[in-house]
């Protein structure tokens, strides 16, 4: 048996990009939940600081992120983060998960 794949994502916008960040990131959320291995994707907004964001993503397998990772959407989205935000991403395997 595989073991899901789970990575959270932390963006925070460059200066004045809060908007364009928040419209790419919500262009992804309905083709990556559409993706045949994606159980989960969800964005999230930090009340403390809305430049902010999170990704909750949560995949079948390692190859459902491979996959995920090659579609158009992210590869547009890889295209244009770089100038949007600052990020770092943790890619985790369950130790305990219901």
């Known amino acids: 048996m595989t ?3 789970k990575i959270v994502a932390v963006l925070t916008a460059r200066a004045d990009t809060v908007d364009r960040l928040h419209a790419l990131l919500d262009a ?3 083709p990556s939940r559409a993706e045949p291995g994606n159980l989960r994707y969800d964005l999230w907004q930090d009340q403390s ?6 990704l909750d993503e949560l995949y079948a397998d390692a ?5 995920h990772r090659a579609t158009p ?3 547009n989205y ?3 983060i770089g100038d949007l935000a600052e990020r770092g991403a943790f890619v985790l395997n369950p130790v ?3």
């Open 49 to 54: 600081d809305p430049n902010r964001f999170v």
């Open 63 to 67: 190859d459902a992120v491979a996959a």
């Open 73 to 75: 959407h992210f590869q």
């Open 3 to 5: 073991a899901n794949v």
């Open 28 to 30: 992804m959320l309905k």
């Open 96 to 98: 305990s998960a219901t």
């Open 78 to 80: 890889l295209s244009q």
